[in-house]
């Protein structure tokens, strides 16, 4: 951090010796915005300018034809989309979405959405005028969960992540060695899902949905899932910090929210958000007088500061998942017995030297198709050096004790954190 701001510093200074007091730099200068206007386009939420070398119809053509293919592909498989598979459910999906949409960034744009037969709690946007969304997520969420969702993927777009993803890893593979690590593009995703969560949660708000819905759907996944911290690599923030990140931005726009519409000032509240700035905006600068180097160098620095905090990311992952894999060293599993058909009671022994809260332990369990299936249990409060603490797991997937004990199966630690 303190290095960055050193660097940004140092530029600036330089590039201000540059120009001062001479005449035949303001045609440079000059020069310079429309290079940087022709390479950059502003971000449509924050201000601050982005690296992209697709323009939006570009974008569009690209990202629809991904989505016109799966299309093709569910028609040739004969499976339904939209109202001939739901039309309930699809009603209630284009209800939702179009409340979100009006309130979004990109509301002059026709947009639609499509509902497709899968059973799996997922939606996607591939940077086009379509998002879609599984059958399985709008069976488990109620409205205000689906807006929650949906808003998500709309500002994927908004704040052009498709195009910032493809030059990211234009230049991650022309970058360092230490940039080509994978965690890096994990991390880097990560911080996109973080500030598609944030412009999602004011979309809601606006919308006059719960903007505290988010928070409901992560909470939750917590504590089916855990966070598998010492499993993977995270592309997406972990369940946990997901629920806290959403609520404290759920408590910063709820002034927004009135329930069941949109907010009638909800175009001003949106476009003149400062909560929504990663950055001063600079375009009041004027081409010419020296917005010409700022433009350039606030691309570059832009980038240079996505690059940092994606850097940043990628240690704070490592290391956690390094901490999580230490601590499962030191645990040990005394005594394990079948509960009912479909739980069981594990007896644990924690080693370690340092006091531990936010303990969640996981069991993997392999079938015979190589599906995994995973389960946790969470230890409440704080775990101190030497104690022993009971679990129960339970199996949410329908499977019993029976099906599980055939299975290749190992417990981990899915999650711990340091008590102070
Ligand atoms: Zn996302």
Known sequence: MKINQHLAQLLIAVCV????????????????????????????????????TADRSAQIRQGNAAVEQLLADEKKAGRRI????????????????????????????????????????????????YIVVHRGLMQQLNDDEVAAVVGHEIAHTVANHAGERQTTQQISTLASS???????????THELEREADRIGVLYAALAGFDPYA?????????????NARSLFAHDHPVNAER?????????????????????????????????????????????????GVTAILSTALGA????????????????????VKAVESYMKLEQQRRATDKSWTTRWRYSGNLPLKGVIMGFLAQDSTGKIHRYVAHQPGIVRPGQRFTLTFKTNDGLTLKQIEAMKARYYVDDAMPAR
Request: aromatic share 10%.
């Open 17 to 52: 010796a540059l120009l001062s007091g001479c005449q035949t730099l303001q045609n440079i200068d000059k020069g310079l915005y429309d290079v940087a206007e022709s390479i950059t386009e502003t971000d449509r939420v924050t201000g601050q300018r982005t690296l992209s």
């Open 304 to 323: 240079y500061v996505d690059h940092q905090q994606a850097k940043r990311e990628a240690v704070r992952q490592s290391q956690y998942a390094q901490f």
């Open 178 to 188: 230490a940039a080509r690590k994978q965690g890096y593009q994990a991390a880097y």
């Open 243 to 291: 629920a806290a990140e959403t609520r404290a931005l759920a408590d910063r726009v709820k002034q927004y929210y009135q329930p069941g519409r949109i907010n009638p000032n909800a175009a001003q509240l949106r476009d003149n958000n400062s909560l929504w700035q990663k950055h001063q905006n600079r375009d009041q600068e004027l081409a010419g007088e020296g917005g």
């Open 214 to 226: 988010a928070t409901g759907i992560w909470q939750r996944q917590y504590q089916q899932q855990g």
């Open 82 to 129: 939209n109202a001939a598979l739901d039309s309930r459910q699809y009603q209630r999906l284009v209800r939702i979405f179009d409340r979100i949409h009006q309130v979004s960034h990109l509301s002059q744009e026709r947009w639609q959405p499509i509902l497709i037969d899968r059973d799996s709690f997922n939606a996607f946007t591939t940077g086009g005028t």
